[in-house]
């Protein structure tokens, strides 16, 4: 079975500092992996894709991810921490290249940025 | 652009209730996905819509069930509320076939059950 797994719940970094946010996945196949942000009172909004190719992928607000396939991992970077970074992140894998594929997501992790 | 809308945004019903959500997809998508995100946890996929039928289908009982509209747009219904259906509901819109594999999602509808 496919699965999602971030092992930390929550994140604490000062504001300036680089950040990481872990996740590792187990699916059968290549996997296509994301990473998406839900702000409090919002619905997921998307940061970042691997698809194929260059393992280290470049997403929005300065994020990016580095995909590791022999650890199995997808995880979250920032060189820099901003106060506005706190949300709660999710990483996800889907099956298929293909739009219509459905997306299994890991139970999330709480990124906290103090000033 | 309005994106993915959904509503209401939230919406109390008492156990044994049904309920029905609503969704419009994000203008040039025609596949619909609806996720329960319980208090504390990631998204759970519960189905998905693409021509008018249930194309795949999560580990939901059948007390959850949907339509998706000529104009794309969905509803999701649940059936015989129970308290542990109190979670945030997802709809995720996004287009078949497009070489863009993100789903763009809506804010939600927070359902309590009491």
């Known amino acids: 079975a496919q699965s999602v797994a971030q092992p930390e719940d929550q994140v604490n970094v000062a504001e300036g500092n680089p950040l990481t946010v872990k996740c590792t996945y187990s699916?059968?196949?290549?996997?296509?992996l994301f990473w998406y942000v839900q702000y409090p009172n919002r619905g997921l909004q998307f940061l970042l894709k691997y698809i194929t190719g260059d393992n280290l992928v470049k997403g929005s607000y300065g994020f990016e991810a580095e995909f590791n396939k022999s650890q199995t991992s997808f995880h979250l970077k920032k060189p820099s921490a901003l106060v506005s970074d706190s949300a709660l992140y999710f990483c996800a894998v889907s099956l298929r290249y293909s739009s219509a594929s459905k997306i299994i997501f890991g139970s999330g992790t709480r990124l906290s940025i103090r000033p | 652009d309005a994106g993915v809308t959904q509503s209401p945004t939230h919406l109390i019903k008492t156990r044994g209730q049904q309920v029905t959500l609503r969704c419009s997809p994000k203008s040039g998508h025609d596949t619909v996905s609806w996720y329960q995100q319980a208090l504390g946890q990631g998204p759970q996929f519960i189905f998905q819509y693409y021509e008018e039928e249930e194309r795949q289908r999560g580990n939901f009982p059948d007390r959850f069930s949907g339509h998706q509209f000529p104009n794309y747009s969905s509803e999701l219904n649940v059936n015989a509320l129970l308290l542990g259906d109190s979670a945030l509901y997802l709809c995720?819109?996004?287009?078949?076939?497009?070489?863009?594999?993100?789903?763009?999602f809506g804010q939600g509808t927070r359902l309590t059950v009491v």
């Open positions: 995720a819109s996004s287009r078949r076939g497009a070489l863009n594999t993100e789903a763009f």
């Open positions: 699916v059968s196949g290549n996997p296509y």
